[in-house]
């Protein structure tokens, strides 16, 4: 396969993920109430509603909202100048 066609591949690929799970971010923002869940294999799996201002597994969800904007920017461009 020629390189410019598997970038285009590519790119398509991850556009339609980012896509599919914005949209369904905004179906659950718009159709359930927070920290509803709905069991989709009982007593094993349920989608539940929840927020996490903060970064994964809610690591500083109880820091202040600028301190978290400065801290993730600094942070994403120290991980940028890194690559």
Partial sequence: MQRPLRY???ALLAGTIVATDQ??????????RLHESIPIVPD???LTYIRNPGAAFGLLAGSSNA???VFFGVTSLFALGLL
């Fill in 8 to 10: 285009l591949l590519l």
């Fill in 23 to 32: 949209a369904t971010k905004l179906s659950i923002v718009e159709s359930m």
């Fill in 44 to 46: 094993y799996f349920s």
């Fill in 67 to 69: 301190f978290r904007m």
